[in-house]
């Protein structure tokens, strides 16, 4: 073999060996397959999602009939996993062109610095949830051909004035992080034949109390006719049921 061929292999590998390992970063628990180079399908993918309470049931009714969804409640009541499944359904079934995840790039508590690599892998740490969520509902290799595409974006907070998302299924997580004017300005970047959800728990804000937007704007909203405000509950609540008791109290 020629000192030329081994190196062209050795590059080769070493790419591989990267995207391997970025795929890793992005979509823990991932296992690969060393025959294709791809990562084998996640078992624990589920094809119907459905309530398990009468909030969340609701919740995937007002997903149904309207284009912008406001949903508020405490931990663990599904508000995430529900609207990134209402959105590969969508998207599978070619309701929408794409999916848009948004995500504020706020630390719970504590500063972590700067973070290496391309803007998706800054990211990664932030939008975890929104893509453990993908990981259930998509297999690893399909989720990584939709993200490739550009099927399925993700879209930072602070990027997306001025744009007009149509034909899309918008999920914005973690909106108790946000400002007034910032969901001010995410909720009319709604566009033609698009669905928005945003999903936050206004007693669980990394932000100052007064700063936080989710309260005020899910109340002056509630009155306006086509958007549906669900507010979900303790009872609603599908983790550990310590998880309720806990909340009860603190």
């Known amino acids: ?5 081994a190196k062209r292999r050795q590059g080769a590998f070493n790419a591989e060996h990267y995207q391997e390992e970025k795929v890793r970063a992005l979509f823990p628990g991932t296992n690969w397959s060393p025959d294709d180079g791809e990562p084998m399908r996640d078992q624990r993918y589920i094809k119907n ?4 309470s ?6 995937m009714t007002a997903i149904d009939d309207h284009n912008l969804v406001m949903a508020m409640g405490p931990a663990g009541t599904g508000k995430t996993y529900l609207a990134v499944s209402k959105a590969v359904e ?13 995500r504020p790039a706020v630390e719970a508590g504590e500063h972590i610095g700067f973070l290496p690599g391309a803007l998706e892998e800054k990211l990664a740490p932030y939008l975890r949830p929104l893509y453990d969520a993908l990981a259930d509902r998509l297999s690893p290799k399909r989720l990584k051909a939709l993200m490739a595409e550009g099927l399925i974006e993700i879209a930072p907070i602070a990027y997306m004035r001025g744009r007009t998302l149509n034909n899309a299924y918008i999920v914005v997580d973690e909106a108790q992080n946000c400002t007034y004017g910032q969901l001010k300005m995410l909720l009319t970047r709604l566009g033609w034949n698009s669905t928005m959800v945003v999903t936050g728990d206004p007693a669980q804000t990394d932000l100052l109390p007064e700063m936080s937007g989710l309260k005020d704007i899910c109340e002056r909203l509630e009155g306006v006719q086509d958007i549906a405000v669900i507010r979900l509950e303790a009872k609603d609540i599908v983790r550990h049921p310590l998880v309720a008791s806990m909340l009860d109290v603190l």
């Open 49 to 52: 999602v459905k309530p398990r």
């Open 1 to 5: 073999m020629s000192k030329r061929t």
């Open 54 to 59: 009468e909030g969340q049931a609701r919740l």
């Open 90 to 102: 969508a998207l599978e079934s070619g309701q929408v062109g794409r999916i848009v995840l948004s």
